[in-house]
């Protein structure tokens, strides 16, 4: 078990709940952007692709916005991890080797959920 130490809940709750309302308007946007046009933009790919037309990079752009979506989907779950974790009284606390997750990482990864290295080991999720 992690030696337990006094972290600033608060401020890390304050960060994750704004995160939270950044990346829930940025999914809302995209979704709108691309809402409709998914399977049109796929066929233009298709057809246009090695044209190298307008139309390929505007349906390129919509699929990485797909994907982009996708990205902003897992954060967010990382994020309501992070938050029921500051409720718990676990937050902080790699979940995987049970060590402290230094501050300067949560600082600057406040839904991290596991330190540096266990983080590196399990490869992005
Ligand atoms: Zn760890």
Redesign the pocket.
Known sequence: MARKRKLDLDKYKQKLEKKRTEIADTIKRLEGESSGRDRLSREVVQQDFEGGGDAALQAMARNQSAAMIGNLRDMLISIDEALQKIEDGTYGV?E??G?NIPQKRLDALPEAT??T??RTKVGPR
Do not use: H, L
């Open positions: 790699c995987v080797c060590k596991m330190c290295k266990c």
